[in-house]
């Protein structure tokens, strides 16, 4: 009896995982971070490129409120592709403090938004963009769906244990991709506009994105 | 991990088996294979759940080889495979719960009754451990896929693989014996 079989397994069992081996070719987290910000940058250029630039944005292009957003949208995309490219490999954690902090960032920004209103707030503005049917909430989410699949599909090769956050963060960033884009495209400042059509539909959205990349992430390598 | 694992390089093991190195995967899996067992079964009281936990979480360790990072520690990745794949089991475990209504007698055709060797077909079948016998059941006699026998029974598809990969070594070992 083998040392193996004494345990409860079989050599058998061993020998067939010994003859299906591979050489593979190994992930490195900061190899994946690298290729997921280089593939935001060429997506958000690509979505700017596809959307325009809006006429009125490039006079706040380089006002304090417009570049604390802009800043605050960049870093939650890349913060969130690293926090999903990380909880993809086992053994690597995530506190719990950026599950939390990361998905209410949207929320905060809208509401120093709501407060600060840096464009002015009207809510004859929010009335109209309510019954044309939020198109930049319907542009943010159709933006977001194309980054948010590749994500998925790089993601499902990698070993993600916690599928339901991971999916999560994986939503949020391509969410913040898409709002960045949405930042520049749309020329509307008003500050209902921003925060309910913009900023707070990013948190919304992802919460209701991760259910489903956890089932989509459920059938990866990892979970099969 | 203690005694003589702390002699074993188990980075090092893990990294030539990203290389391919056969010799260096298979001490590498004899050598977490008894820390795996320990750990599982720790926590977990049926033997069989135990060794279909470790299997399939040395299945895992296989399929994501790759995602061992060079100059990382191997324990906190091993460990959390391992503990995943545990979770696994008892959420699935919980959620079949007493829904499961074990079959202890296989099914009888009438066709099949009338086979030479049947009966002694039926007596290899029986002996071996339920599990084992409840995939091939479900895979050769039933019929089903491996996805709906896998699901049916409420393990991974690759642990019931795995059953099934035994019972059928041990139905044709039996076969072969009694043909000399």
Same mark, same amino acid.
């Given at each position: 009896?083998?040392?193996?079989?004494?345990?409860?397994?079989?050599?058998?069992?061993?020998?067939?995982? !010994?003859?299906?081996?591979?050489?593979?070719?190994?992930?490195?987290?900061?190899?994946?971070?690298?290729?997921?910000?280089?593939?935001?940058?060429?997506?958000?250029?690509?979505?700017?490129? &596809?959307?325009? !630039?809006?006429?009125?944005? %490039?006079?706040?292009?380089?006002?304090?409120?417009?570049?604390?957003?802009?800043?605050?949208?960049?870093?939650?995309?890349?913060?969130?592709? %690293?926090?999903?490219?990380?909880?993809? $490999?086992?053994?690597?954690?995530?506190?719990?403090? &950026?599950?939390?902090?990361?998905?209410?960032?949207?929320?905060?920004?809208?509401?120093?938004?709501?407060?600060?209103?840096? %464009?002015?707030?009207?809510?004859?503005?929010?009335?109209?963009?309510?019954?044309?049917?939020?198109?930049?909430?319907?542009?943010?989410?159709? $933006?977001?769906?194309?980054? %948010?699949?590749?994500?998925?599909?790089?993601?499902?090769?990698?070993?993600?244990?916690?599928?339901?956050?991971?999916?999560?963060?994986?939503?949020?960033?391509?969410?913040?991709?898409?709002?960045?884009?949405?930042?520049?495209?749309?020329?509307?400042?008003?500050?209902?506009?921003?925060?309910?059509?913009?900023?707070?539909? $990013?948190?919304?959205?992802?919460?209701?994105?991760?259910? !489903?990349?956890?089932?989509?992430?459920?059938?990866?390598?990892?979970?099969? | 991990?203690?005694?003589?694992?702390?002699?074993?390089?188990?980075?090092?093991?893990?990294?030539?088996?990203? =290389?391919?190195?056969?010799?260096?995967?298979?001490?590498?899996?004899?050598?977490?294979?008894?820390?795996?067992?320990?750990?599982? +079964? +720790?926590?977990?009281?049926?033997?069989?759940?135990?060794?279909?936990?470790?299997?399939? =979480?040395?299945?895992?360790?296989?399929?994501?080889?790759?995602?061992?990072?060079?100059?990382? *520690?191997?324990?906190?990745?091993?460990?959390?495979?391992?503990?995943?794949?545990?979770?696994?089991?008892?959420?699935?475990?919980?959620?079949?719960?007493?829904?499961?209504?074990?079959?202890?007698?296989? *099914?009888?055709?009438?066709?099949?009754?009338?086979?030479?060797?049947?009966?002694?077909?039926?007596?290899?079948?029986?002996?071996?451990?339920?599990?084992? +016998?409840?995939?091939?059941?479900?895979?050769?006699?039933?019929?089903?896929?491996?996805?709906?026998?896998?699901?049916?029974?409420?393990?991974?598809?690759?642990?019931?693989?795995?059953?099934?990969?035994?019972?059928?070594?041990?139905?044709?070992?039996?076969?072969?014996?009694?043909?000399?």
């Amino acid at each position: 009896m083998g040392q193996s079989e004494a345990n409860g397994l079989n050599d058998e069992f061993i020998d067939s995982l !010994v003859e299906r081996l591979e050489p593979v070719r190994p992930v490195r987290l900061a190899t994946l971070c690298a290729c997921a910000l280089l593939l935001q940058t060429v997506f958000v250029a690509a979505a700017v490129a &596809w959307v325009g !630039v809006g006429s009125a944005v %490039w006079a706040r292009f380089f006002q304090l409120p417009f570049l604390v957003c802009m800043s605050v949208l960049v870093a939650s995309a890349a913060a969130s592709a %690293w926090l999903c490219a990380r909880q993809s $490999i086992p053994g690597r954690y995530v506190g719990g403090f &950026w599950k939390y902090f990361l998905p209410l960032l949207p929320l905060a920004l809208s509401a120093v938004l709501l407060i600060a209103a840096p %464009w002015g707030a009207d809510t004859a503005q929010l009335t109209s963009y309510l019954s044309q049917g939020m198109p930049c909430t319907a542009m943010l989410a159709a $933006i977001a769906l194309p980054a %948010w699949l590749i994500s998925l599909a790089l993601l499902r090769t990698l070993a993600p244990l916690d599928t339901l956050s991971t999916g999560l963060f994986a939503s949020l960033s391509a969410l913040a991709q898409s709002a960045v884009v949405l930042q520049l495209a749309c020329s509307q400042g008003d500050a209902y506009h921003l925060a309910l059509g913009h900023y707070l539909p $990013i948190t919304v959205l992802a919460l209701l994105a991760a259910g !489903v990349s956890s089932a989509l992430l459920r059938g990866s390598k990892f979970k099969s | 991990m203690s005694g003589q694992n702390d002699a074993i390089d188990f980075a090092a093991l893990m990294q030539a088996t990203q =290389a391919g190195d056969q010799d260096a995967y298979r001490r590498l899996l004899e050598a977490v294979q008894p820390m795996l067992h320990r750990y599982v +079964r +720790r926590r977990i009281s049926s033997p069989e759940a135990t060794e279909d936990i470790c299997q399939d =979480a040395l299945l895992t360790v296989h399929r994501v080889r790759h995602t061992f990072e060079a100059g990382r *520690p191997f324990e906190p990745w091993f460990y959390a495979i391992a503990r995943s794949r545990l979770i696994d089991h008892v959420r699935r475990a919980k959620r079949i719960g007493l829904h499961e209504v074990q079959s202890e007698t296989l *099914p009888e055709t009438a066709s099949d009754q009338d086979l030479p060797g049947w009966d002694r077909f039926l007596e290899v079948l029986e002996a071996l451990p339920p599990a084992q +016998r409840e995939a091939f059941s479900l895979l050769k006699i039933d019929g089903l896929s491996t996805a709906e026998a896998a699901e049916k029974v409420g393990v991974s598809v690759s642990a019931l693989k795995v059953r099934a990969h035994r019972a059928y070594k041990s139905v044709r070992r039996a076969v072969l014996e009694d043909g000399d």
